[in-house]
Nanobody, 124 residues
Framework: VQLQAFGGGLVQAGGSLRLSCAAS????????TGWFRQAPGKEREFVTG???????YYLDSVKGRFTISTDNAKNTVYLQMNSLKAEDTAVYYC???????????????????WGQGTLVTVSS
């Protein structure tokens, strides 16, 4: 499985961005997927995840602002980010792993495949 993440950029606080993670080699409908982020000087942290496009989970600080979604026809996972804050600034990574067990995976070590990361910068 190969993942390609894109869509990052510079946005003002309060603005929106949509990140995309295009998968190849396996259908995203068979994968548990997630988005992580890493701010400068900090550990990579879980942001949101999805299993089979139905079960989702969000980091408390992004609930109500971020939405993960899956387009099976395009084999792509999206992260819609609204009401962006300066503290959302980070490199965002998509991740995936083949999983038949229902549930969102929240730990980095649970994922086998990673995208290259895309930088999101929110100016205050």
């Amino acid at each position: 499985v190969q993942l390609q993440a894109f869509g990052g950029g510079l946005v003002q606080a309060g603005g929106s961005l949509r990140l995309s993670c295009a998968a190849s080699g396996r259908s995203v409908s068979t994968l548990a997927t997630g988005w992580f982020r890493q701010a400068p000087g900090k550990e990579r942290e879980f942001v949101t995840g999805s299993w089979n496009g139905r079960i989702t989970y969000y980091l408390d600080s992004v609930k109500g602002r971020f939405t993960i979604s899956t387009d099976n026809a395009k084999n792509t996972v999206y992260l819609q980010m609204n009401s962006l804050k300066a503290e959302d600034t980070a490199v965002y990574y998509c991740a995936a792993v083949w999983s038949q067990r229902p549930g969102v995976l929240k730990r980095r070590e649970e994922y086998d495949y990673w995208g290259q990361g895309t930088l999101v910068t929110v100016s205050s």
